[in-house]
Structures are given as structure tokens and as C-alpha cells.
């Protein structure tokens, strides 16, 4: 009977562990929710950085006083 205990009491500790700390364990889990939150944000950040640039760069196509504005700024053409 004690032995069958010992058995059950290792079952019930190794699964937990299993659980746990296996490659898809929970803590690779909260890892892997981690990175997708991390890469999520800067996808955003990039997105936004893109609809800026997309700006400017129409800007630099059609407006021409922008262009002479950044000739100015940039290179010291007046």
C-alpha cells in the first residue's frame, strides 16, 4: 500500500513538473505571450513610423514649399 502512494505521489509530481517546465509548459507559454506582445508593440510603432514617412514622402513629390523648406534645414539652400 505505501509503495502504490509513492507511485501516485511520483505520478502527480512528475506530471506537475511536465506541466510546468516541458517545451510546452507553462512557462513557455507566458515566454512565447511575452514575445508576441513585445513583437505586437513594436509592429505598431513601425506602422507608425511607416504612415509618417509615407507623409513626408508625398510631401517631398507634390508640395514645393516643403522641399524648399528641407533645402533650407537640411543642405543650407536658400
Known amino acids: 500500500m505505501r ?3 509513492i507511485g501516485i505521489i511520483l505520478f502527480v509530481v512528475a506530471t506537475i513538473y511536465v506541466l510546468i517546465f516541458s517545451p510546452y509548459g507553462m ?4 515566454q512565447l505571450r511575452c ?8 509592429i505598431a ?11 513626408e514622402n ?5 508640395d514645393t514649399s516643403y522641399i524648399n523648406y528641407v ?7 536658400k
Open 71 to 77: 533645402a533650407k534645414e537640411k543642405f543650407g539652400i
Open 27 to 30: 512557462v513557455k507559454i507566458i
Open 45 to 55: 510603432i513601425l506602422q507608425g513610423k511607416k504612415v509618417a514617412l509615407e507623409y
Open 3 to 5: 509503495l502504490k502512494k
Open 35 to 42: 514575445q508576441i506582445h513585445k513583437t505586437q508593440t513594436e
Open 58 to 62: 508625398n510631401l517631398l513629390e507634390h
